[in-house]
């Protein structure tokens, strides 16, 4: 014979107890409870504390042999129950908790008047109040003591530091109307109602880890913990050979009962590794933080003992960077899941070794770094069946340093934007920058390309290399990591330098080259990041880097030879602190992944070393002639009224695109300072001749020749303006 069920146990086991009480109650008027007994009485035998293990239900003679068949009966069923692999919840909650006899005992007695209407009444008659149809502390320790020292050791069956009080299994409550100051032996013990559900197999999760507070109503909207469906398997991770062997290890080990910490930047595969490991079973999520500030660690552990399913605790790593006196080590934390027989793993986004203990913590320390390139376009190739056309898979690997889930969120936002149109690719570019951190616009500004590379018009060799310089950016993957070169460079970033005097359309090409791969650009301020406090410098540079790191821009430092400069020879403190700067920045260069852009109006004063360093040096010169055409041509805004602008004529003048863009502005407000209806030569000579005047230069009319008749002296043009104010 064995139990079919936990029913069938539970009433068997009730049933001696009804036995063991009846048989209590007729002994009643025997000899007087010491319960009864003054304080003074009890201490005054003088006996020793005895451990909680040597107290036992008194038993009266008469019943024993009674008691002892029905018990071993039980136990007998009860083994052949749990060997043929019949669940038995009792059971399940003395190996999870590691109760006692003693400790099932009075969880017995607590459950007893909520199952039988006959243990209500048994309690009444004992404690010869009907009022009261629960066991008390004193009753409850009158049935385990024949000694008042053995009285006092049976309160500590359900007193601080007893798994049924550390696991909360058992709720004690004062007496009605008494309030918390009422004495502590008239408490009634009752069984909590997540146990008692668990007992009868009544619902899943306990509904009280629903509310930020243990003591708050489940109606409360926050949940601790959430049942999981485990989908993923170790195919689904974008992960290096001998990550995936790591864990197909763990997962083919057969093992159960580990503590496992998986580490790495969100998104990169801890999570979906736990999943895979869980098996397709369900498993319990359990934000760490939350719970801790709840104070709910206790009835989670529990949950999760109950349950004997896989425990995923997310944030684990917020323990470690805890800075106050009182907060819990993660080791503690870990150690607190001992009743919990099914794997728990813990999930970070920083690696961390366990401390301050010689026990073996965890079973397995597993870091997950970001997908390297190749990884990344094996995720865009995975998914071309779903992608435009012309979205080139190395270009967006080599431009994107993105993690598996940002990748996938990155396309479900594409297909968010596209809406009922096509998807493009530059909706997919678009989803891959709105997952990119926004941290680095608090350190820096944020450009918006609003030009391409078609509308920056340049020398053919400038052309030419920015060419380079894009295909280097598109290409990194095959670059390092196809051909070698990974194993020779620090990192797979690229830096470039635009030379040039201001005007010739360095910031331009800046953002017409980002519009093209499709990355953010961002604009430094050297003006607030340079410091005059020794160290400040580099910890404004350490952020923005950091920042970069995360955010898939184009870093644009401006003017870049006020901090890429050269190092001094030192002198004093200044000196040196100042090549200490330099220093740190030739170090983090060589280990930035990203995309560096330097301008600069003074290439000489770069320092040698930060040369060595740079990729692409492109050389940013006036136009030619008949590209300053191109430009004068397209200076003017379409829509403009112009009249008779001599756009040949006007690229005689040896001007950079940028004085070009500038004068262009000059000669409209010229224009509209005279009352004319259209931009003409007339407004442009003027314009032109004012400039040659503030630079000092002599104007001759030669040089002005067929619109020289267009000048004015400046006497004349003083008394044109006055009348116009008119």
């Not at 926050?222 to 290890?249: C, G, I, P």
């Not at 359309?505 to 080259?513: P, V």
Request: glycine share 6%; aromatic share 6%.
């Amino acid at each position: 014979m064995s139990y079919e069920d936990t029913i069938e146990h539970l009433l068997d086991e009730l049933g001696c107890l009804d036995l063991l009480l009846r048989e209590h109650l007729g002994n009643r008027h025997e000899e007087l409870p010491r319960s009864e007994l003054g304080l003074a009485d009890r201490l005054q035998s003088g006996a020793s504390h005895t451990p909680p293990g040597s107290t036992q239900l008194v038993v009266p003679p008469r019943i024993r042999d009674e008691l002892d068949r029905y018990r071993g009966a039980i136990e007998e069923e009860r083994t052949a129950a749990v060997d043929s692999g019949v669940e038995l919840r009792l059971q399940t909650l003395v190996d999870a908790f590691d109760l006692t006899r003693q400790h099932l005992d009075v969880l017995l007695l607590a459950l007893f008047p909520d199952i039988d209407p006959a243990g209500a009444e048994l309690f009444s008659e004992l404690h010869n109040d009907a009022s009261k149809q629960r066991p008390t502390v004193s009753l409850v320790a009158d049935l385990f003591s024949t000694t008042p020292a053995t009285f006092l050791t049976a309160t500590d069956l359900f007193g601080q530091g007893s798994p049924l009080s550390e696991y909360r299994l058992l709720v004690l409550e004062p007496p009605e109307g008494a309030g918390r100051a009422g004495s502590k032996l008239d408490y009634s013990l009752r069984v909590d109602d997540r146990i008692y559900a668990f007992l009868l197999d009544h619902g899943t999760v306990d509904v009280g880890l629903r509310s930020p507070s243990p003591t708050q109503s489940s109606g409360a909207a926050e949940s601790f913990v959430t049942e999981s469906t485990a989908d993923a398997t170790l195919d689904d991770l974008l992960v290096e050979d001998d990550t995936y062997s790591t864990l197909a290890s763990l997962r083919d080990s057969g093992e159960t009962g580990r503590r496992l910490y998986f580490y790495g930047p969100q998104g990169s595969g801890p999570r979906r590794a736990a999943e895979a490991l869980c098996d397709d079973e369900t498993y319990l999520q359990i934000h760490l933080p939350t719970v801790l500030e709840a104070g709910a660690l206790d009835i989670v552990v529990r949950e999760a003992a109950l349950q004997a399913r896989p425990v995923v605790l997310a944030d684990a790593d917020d323990v470690t960077k805890a800075t106050t006196g009182g907060a819990q080590s993660l080791t503690s934390i870990i150690e607190r899941f001992d009743p919990v027989v099914a794997d728990v793993f813990l999930l970070g986004e920083s690696s961390w070794t366990p401390a301050g203990t010689t026990r073996q913590v965890v079973d397995a320390l597993v870091g997950f770094d970001r997908p390297t390139i190749p990884l990344r376009r094996r995720f865009w190739r995975t998914h071309a069946d779903s992608l435009p056309d012309d979205l080139d898979a190395e270009h967006m690997a080599s431009t994107f340093d993105l993690t598996l889930g940002q990748m996938e969120s990155a396309l479900a936002a594409a297909n968010t934007l596209a809406g009922d149109d096509e998807l493009t690719a530059e909706h997919v570019r678009e989803g891959c920058r709105a997952q990119s951190s926004s941290q680095l616009a608090e350190l820096a500004q944020h450009i918006t390309p609003s030009v391409t590379r078609e509308e920056v018009i340049l020398r053919e060799r400038t052309d030419q290399k920015l060419d380079q310089l894009q295909a280097h950016i598109s290409n990194r993957g095959r670059i390092y990591d196809d051909w070698g070169f990974r194993d020779t460079d620090k990192s797979t970033g690229v830096v470039a330098l635009f030379k040039g005097k201001p005007g010739t359309g360095k910031t331009m090409a800046a953002e017409a080259l980002a519009n093209e791969v499709g990355m953010h650009i961002y604009k430094i301020d050297l003006s607030s990041v340079v410091s005059k406090y020794i160290g400040e410098t580099e910890e404004n540079l350490e952020q923005i880097f950091k920042a970069a790191e995360q955010s898939n821009a184009i870093l644009l430092f401006d003017e870049a030879d006020s901090v890429f400069g050269d190092r001094a020879e030192v002198s004093d403190a200044t000196d040196r602190y100042a090549n200490a700067e330099v220093n740190y920045l030739l170090q983090r260069i060589e280990t930035y992944d990203g995309v560096i852009l330097l301008t600069t109006n003074y290439a000489s004063n770069i320092d040698e070393a930060f040369t060595r360093r740079i990729n692409h040096t492109i050389r940013f010169e006036n136009p030619k002639e008949e590209t300053r055409e191109t430009i004068w041509e397209a200076a003017f805004p379409d829509g403009t009224p112009t009249d008779g602008i001599d756009a040949e004529w006007l690229a005689q003048f040896d001007l950079s695109g940028g004085e070009i863009a500038s004068l262009a502005k000059r000669i409209a407000v010229e224009a509209a300072s005279c009352g004319a209806d259209s931009i003409q030569m007339k407004h442009a000579v003027r314009v032109l001749e004012r400039d040659y005047r503030d630079s000092g230069r002599v104007v001759r009319k030669s040089e002005f020749e067929p619109y020289a008749d267009a000048l004015v002296e400046p006497a004349q043009e003083s008394e044109s303006r006055r009348r116009n104010r008119r």
